[in-house]
């Protein structure tokens, strides 16, 4: 069965320092990579998604992911958080087959401030 | 970007009544979904729907839980009856047949008293 963690609940960071979300999947095989924010009141938004090939993403309002075939983890980045950056992260797995569910991490809430 | 509608946004209920949770997913989409999101908790799977059945459910999708899309329209889940533990938000979303990039409404917060 596939899961995955994300071991930190809570990041703090001060605005304009550089962030790293980290996050750990466990599968039998490679499954497509996603990282979702949540905002509050609102819907899950993709950030970035990985499939194959280059294991760097880039995704939206600056946030990339590495994808480790080797440590089983798919951390996201950002170079320098904006306060608007605060919100839920999570990960999410996703194995191709007929039946297509999202796996989610519990989340990482991230507080950035000024 | 493509959106999937959820109406309402949030809807209170007396335990043991039916409701009704209704999704309006993007157009061209075939697979749909509902995932369950307790407050502070992660979000879980619930169900997903493909040509007019279910695929795969998790064990939070109750027996009194169901899924419907009828005549191409909303795609809904009816709780009946509702239970206190039935109290969270209720996601649904949709995505094509070639692509699995899922797409998220923004949620019905159904609170059961």
């Known amino acids: 069965a596939q899961s995955v963690t994300q071991p930190d609940a809570r990041v703090t960071v001060s605005e304009g320092a550089s962030l790293q979300l980290r996050c750990k999947y466990s599968?039998?095989?490679?499954?497509?990579l996603f990282w979702y924010v949540q905002y509050p009141r609102q819907g899950l938004q993709l950030l970035l998604k990985?499939?194959?090939?280059?294991?760097v993403v880039q995704g939206v309002n600056g946030f990339e992911a590495e994808f480790s075939k080797s440590n089983s983890s798919f951390h996201l980045r950002k170079a320098s958080v904006h306060w608007s950056d605060s919100a839920v992260y999570f990960c999410?797995?996703?194995?191709?087959?007929?039946?297509?569910?999202?796996?989610f991490g519990l989340g990482t809430t991230l507080q950035v401030q000024p | 970007g493509p959106k999937v509608l959820q109406i309402p946004s949030h809807q209170i209920i007396d335990m043991g009544q039916m409701v009704t949770l209704n999704c309006d997913p993007v157009s061209n989409h075939l697979y749909f979904y509902w995932y369950k999101q307790i407050l502070g908790q992660q979000m879980e799977f619930l169900v997903n729907?493909?040509?007019?059945?279910?695929?795969?459910k998790s064990k939070l999708f109750k027996d009194q839980f169901s899924v419907e899309r009828p005549d191409g329209s909303y795609f809904t889940l009816k709780i009946q009856p509702t239970a206190l533990e039935d109290s969270a938000v209720y996601f649904c979303a949709s995505s094509t047949d070639s692509d699995t990039e899922v797409f998220f409404g923004k949620g019905t917060r159904l609170t059961v008293v």
């Open positions: 599968s039998s095989v490679t499954p497509y």
């Open positions: 999410a797995v996703s194995i191709t087959g007929n039946t297509r569910k999202l796996i």
């Open positions: 729907f493909y040509n007019g059945k279910v695929m795969e």
């Open positions: 990985y499939y194959s090939g280059d294991p």
